[in-house]
């Protein structure tokens, strides 16, 4: 599995999480379960193949730390959403920018640049080319206001 699909998986159990309100490690383990798992491969692409123990680990900490920090993160997104409430945003696009900003803050193996373009990419894949954009703009917002920070 590649980090590309690994980072889609997550968005789906972070976007799972943020409905059943369950704990990370549970979402994780149950969408994970070789049984559940192999079932979800009718459905879409990413689950095709299994993660591996790299890429199990990138997933349990990214959901487990964007479901630990999730008011933090949407704080951020309103902070550059100018003219739109978090709450209008779709949970699935507010998902795909949780992570993203989670990744630029805490994954140092993540650039910033590559967040933002896969950010880009699931945005569009799920919400279509508008909300690609949008969520352009606003992670394109926030990483400037990091490197204004910098200076």
Partial sequence: MTRANAR????HLIYSQSFTGDEPDDVVSLR??????SK??????????RPSRAQLSYIDGVV??????VEELNNEIQKF???????????LTRCVMQLA???IQNVSDVPTGVAISEAVRL??????DDTGAFVNGILGSYARSLEAEEV
């Fill in 40 to 49: 979800l491969s009718s459905e879409n692409e990413v689950y095709e193949e």
């Fill in 64 to 69: 487990s730390g964007v479901a630990n920090r």
């Fill in 8 to 11: 889609e998986l997550a968005v």
């Fill in 101 to 103: 900003i989670y990744e």
């Fill in 81 to 91: 959403s100018i003219g739109w409430d978090v709450s209008r945003i779709s949970r």
């Fill in 123 to 128: 945005a569009k894949k799920y919400d279509g």
């Fill in 32 to 37: 994970l379960d070789k049984a559940y798992y």
